[in-house]
């Protein structure tokens, strides 16, 4: 009887605890893992590179969302991070280059990091979140409930101090560069490391030295000790910046040998596209800073670096180095994790801020609006998603602010550019957008624009003017159009072929709804659209007659847009150019009144820049379209 009954008691215990246990777990706070990666490209076995050997992050992908078509908004270090720690596109946060810094521009801007800090996390930053030149050095103060841990907080393992020049552990090129110091002492230099760089300061770096030698190592070993040491009575906001696979590329001999040089293979593509815009190139910088006996940097007639092959496959082999040595430091994080049991509620975010040439167009940087340039890793894993998710529509690092809100359950700033990619964590299959957006400014005042599908990029160089401002087609300095399906290595650009003219127009659109929603300060997405069931509009449809003569006030076309999304651009266009003309609205207007109105001003639009075709022409490209449609509504 006793039996029975201290039976029945443990059953009732259980039955008890249970409900109460997920309840518990359901309102625990998730921890966030949050891993950037300066200047990766997705050179990554999961992201689709077979030449990479990157075990870690490639098992970090089992059950995790990976992003194969994420954009970042502006290929440069400073302007990347700001961008994607404010959730704001470049132009709002107006940090474009490598000094402006973020609270001059945007003094109160709320960051990530903040963000969650102001909700309960304890945020704790170690190597490189922000690049140092765009915030205070505290590494934006704000954003951490404890001071930040800078690289010269960093230990090292015995027998060595602090890299040369940051970067150099070889003894070679130590002894080289100790002697330039004394050098510049001698002669009272007084930016000593300017005067060494000046010098001598190679590419690249293969060195029989311990992982912990080089400053990423020791980011790693630090970011192991603050787990190892972590409260988790508090949920917390833990970010890992690594600093390589960028320049120089360096890395412990061991990841050299992972490779065999005489695999490399060289770019396919060195030279310009055919029927170049010349401003999305550049030449040399930052490659060129790199100095060493053997290597020379010589620009041929059209503006491009030629390297000799033996230098070229030298590189590659050390980006790829550099990229196996960071998978390991990030494998080092990742079981510390685990043998905490941390991984079980910890939302793991990994991320580079933005690609890397490796000669393709004989470009050796970021820098640019093409595709090595632009696109660059995302990855979500959600402890709670037992599946691995791969997400080819377009994604952009200012969705990861509204993103991780989401998964957290804290409320999301209304101000944010980007949207939540919770859906396609889900795996429930949906677009997040149509297109995303980079930028790379070019000199003269010109900004190039950069439209990203999942089969096209269309850039718009404009001249003297950021999206926040009407765009009109005096503008407009130079356009691309490349096709990733028919040329995925860039070699056309196909802008003025005429059987992408078609194709033209809805990029012209595209560029035009989303230039109208900067201007406006609201992006089109569906949550924020206009649900009124009445709006008013002018009968006076001037401005659409008026609209080739302004990129902005195109139509968009219902073949890339839903119907509320046609119906918050048209409020969008009437708030802004009909009300601005002094164009007085007559009538309040029913939605279906709206969509008439719509498709006569869409019909202007179209026969007046499709006049050139036939009639038969015209109901092919039709048939076309609505095979398009299907396809994008699949």
């Given at each position: 009887?006793q039996?029975r009954?201290?039976?029945?008691?443990?059953?009732?215990?259980?039955?008890?605890?249970?409900?109460?246990?997920?309840?518990?777990?359901?309102?625990?706070?998730?921890?966030i893992?949050?891993i950037?990666?300066?200047?990766?490209k997705?050179s990554?076995?999961?992201?689709?590179?077979?030449?990479?050997?990157?075990?870690?992050?490639?098992?970090l992908?089992?059950?995790?969302?990976?992003f194969?078509?994420?954009?970042?908004?502006?290929?440069?270090?400073?302007?990347?991070r700001v961008?994607?720690?404010?959730?704001l596109?470049?132009?709002?946060?107006?940090?474009w280059?490598?000094?402006?810094?973020?609270?001059?521009?945007?003094?109160?801007?709320?960051?990530?990091?903040?963000?969650f800090?102001?909700?309960?996390?304890?945020?704790?930053?170690?190597?490189?979140?922000?690049?140092?030149?765009?915030?205070?050095?505290?590494?934006?103060?704000r954003?951490?409930s404890?001071?930040?841990?800078?690289?010269?907080?960093?230990?090292?393992?015995?027998?060595?101090?602090?890299p040369?020049?940051?970067?150099?552990?070889?003894?070679?090129n130590?002894?080289?560069?100790?002697?330039?110091?004394?050098?510049?002492?001698?002669?009272?230099?007084e930016?000593?490391?300017k005067?060494?760089?000046?010098?001598?300061?190679?590419?690249y770096?293969?060195a029989?030295v311990p992982?912990?030698?080089?400053?990423?190592?020791?980011?790693?070993?630090k970011?192991?000790?603050?787990?190892?040491n972590?409260?988790?009575?508090?949920?917390?906001?833990?970010?890992?910046?690594?600093?390589?696979?960028?320049?120089?590329?360096?890395?412990?001999?061991?990841?050299?040998?992972?490779?065999?040089?005489?695999?490399?293979?060289?770019?396919?593509?060195?030279?310009?596209?055919?029927?170049?815009?010349d401003?999305?190139?550049?030449?040399?910088?930052?490659?060129?800073?790199?100095k060493?006996?053997?290597?020379?940097y010589?620009e041929?007639?059209?503006?491009l670096?030629?390297?000799?092959?033996?230098?070229?496959?030298?590189l590659?082999?050390?980006?790829?180095?550099?990229?196996?040595?960071?998978?390991a430091?990030?494998?080092?994080?990742m079981?510390?994790?685990?043998?905490?049991g941390?991984?079980?509620?910890?939302?793991i975010?990994?991320?580079?801020?933005?690609?890397?040439?490796?000669?393709?167009?004989?470009?050796?940087?970021?820098?640019?609006?093409?595709?090595?340039?632009?696109?660059?890793?995302?990855?979500?894993?959600?402890?709670?998603?037992?599946?691995?998710?791969?997400?080819?529509?377009?994604?952009?690092?200012?969705?990861v602010?509204?993103?991780l809100c989401?998964?957290?359950?804290?409320?999301i700033?209304?101000?944010?550019?980007?949207?939540?990619?919770?859906?396609?964590?889900?795996?429930?299959g949906?677009?997040?957008?149509?297109?995303?957006?980079?930028q790379y400014?070019?000199?003269?005042?010109?900004?190039?624009?950069?439209?990203r599908?999942?089969?096209?990029r269309?850039?718009v160089?404009?001249?003297?003017?950021?999206?926040?401002?009407?765009?009109?087609?005096?503008?407009?300095?130079?356009?691309?159009?490349?096709?990733?399906?028919?040329d995925?290595?860039?070699?056309?650009?196909?802008?003025?072929?005429p059987?992408?003219?078609?194709?033209?127009?809805?990029?012209?659109?595209?560029?035009?709804r989303?230039?109208?929603?900067?201007v406006?300060?609201?992006?089109?997405?569906?949550?924020?659209?206009?649900?009124?069931?009445?709006?008013?509009?002018?009968?006076?449809?001037?401005?659409?007659?008026?609209?080739?003569?302004?990129?902005?006030?195109?139509?968009v076309?219902?073949?890339?847009?839903?119907?509320?999304?046609?119906?918050?651009?048209?409020q969008?266009?009437y708030?802004?150019?009909?009300?601005?003309?002094?164009?007085?609205?007559?009538?309040?207007?029913?939605k279906?009144e709206?969509?008439?109105?719509y498709?006569?001003?869409?019909?202007?639009?179209s026969?007046?820049l499709?006049?050139?075709f036939?009639?038969?022409?015209?109901?092919?490209?039709?048939?076309?379209?609505?095979?398009?449609?299907?396809?994008?509504?699949?």
């Amino acid at each position: 009887m006793q039996k029975r009954n201290y039976s029945i008691s443990i059953i009732f215990s259980i039955v008890f605890f249970i409900p109460f246990f997920l309840l518990s777990q359901e309102n625990d706070k998730p921890n966030i893992l949050f891993i950037s990666i300066d200047d990766l490209k997705p050179s990554i076995g999961s992201f689709g590179d077979e030449f990479a050997i990157t075990p870690n992050i490639d098992k970090l992908s089992e059950n995790a969302t990976v992003f194969l078509n994420n954009q970042t908004q502006l290929a440069i270090c400073a302007a990347s991070r700001v961008s994607f720690m404010t959730g704001l596109r470049p132009d709002k946060t107006r940090v474009w280059d490598l000094k402006t810094k973020m609270r001059d521009m945007n003094p109160d801007v709320l960051t990530l990091p903040e963000h969650f800090k102001n909700n309960g996390y304890q945020t704790i930053g170690v190597g490189k979140i922000y690049d140092p030149r765009a915030v205070d050095n505290g590494r934006d103060r704000r954003s951490w409930s404890q001071p930040f841990i800078t690289q010269n907080k960093l230990t090292f393992p015995e027998g060595y101090s602090f890299p040369a020049g940051g970067f150099y552990q070889g003894k070679e090129n130590r002894e080289i560069r100790g002697k330039l110091r004394q050098e510049a002492i001698a002669k009272g230099v007084e930016n000593i490391n300017k005067y060494e760089s000046e010098r001598y300061k190679p590419p690249y770096e293969k060195a029989d030295v311990p992982d912990g030698a080089y400053v990423d190592g020791a980011i790693a070993n630090k970011a192991v000790d603050v787990l190892e040491n972590i409260d988790t009575s508090q949920p917390f906001f833990l970010a890992v910046g690594f600093k390589r696979p960028h320049l120089p590329f360096n890395a412990p001999t061991k990841y050299w040998d992972l490779y065999n040089e005489d695999q490399i293979q060289l770019a396919e593509f060195q030279t310009k596209s055919k029927n170049p815009v010349d401003i999305a190139y550049k030449g040399g910088w930052e490659i060129n800073s790199y100095k060493m006996p053997g290597i020379e940097y010589n620009e041929n007639e059209e503006g491009l670096l030629i390297l000799p092959d033996d230098i070229q496959r030298k590189l590659i082999h050390g980006y790829y180095a550099a990229t196996s040595y960071i998978d390991a430091q990030v494998g080092k994080v990742m079981a510390k994790l685990k043998e905490k049991g941390l991984e079980k509620n910890t939302i793991i975010v990994l991320w580079g801020d933005h690609g890397f040439h490796l000669g393709d167009h004989s470009q050796w940087t970021k820098h640019t609006n093409f595709e090595q340039s632009t696109r660059s890793p995302l990855l979500i894993k959600d402890p709670t998603i037992k599946k691995t998710v791969e997400v080819k529509s377009p994604t952009e690092f200012i969705d990861v602010f509204p993103t991780l809100c989401d998964l957290s359950n804290i409320k999301i700033p209304d101000f944010l550019d980007g949207i939540s990619l919770r859906p396609q964590i889900l795996g429930q299959g949906v677009s997040s957008k149509i297109f995303a957006v980079s930028q790379y400014p070019r000199h003269g005042g010109i900004m190039g624009y950069s439209f990203r599908t999942k089969s096209h990029r269309y850039t718009v160089w404009v001249k003297n003017k950021k999206s926040t401002e009407p765009i009109y087609i005096e503008d407009i300095y130079a356009e691309e159009l490349f096709d990733y399906e028919n040329d995925p290595l860039e070699t056309e650009n196909k802008i003025d072929y005429p059987e992408y003219s078609r194709l033209k127009m809805t990029f012209q659109t595209l560029a035009a709804r989303f230039f109208t929603s900067q201007v406006i300060n609201k992006p089109i997405v569906a949550k924020d659209v206009i649900k009124t069931e009445k709006i008013i509009v002018s009968r006076n449809n001037k401005w659409a007659k008026e609209r080739s003569k302004v990129i902005s006030q195109y139509i968009v076309s219902e073949m890339l847009m839903n119907t509320k999304q046609a119906t918050f651009l048209e409020q969008a266009l009437y708030e802004k150019y009909a009300r601005n003309n002094e164009l007085t609205a007559s009538k309040d207007l029913t939605k279906e009144e709206v969509q008439i109105i719509y498709r006569e001003t869409y019909s202007i639009a179209s026969k007046e820049l499709l006049s050139k075709f036939t009639k038969k022409q015209f109901d092919k490209i039709a048939e076309i379209e609505k095979e398009k449609i299907k396809e994008l509504r699949q």
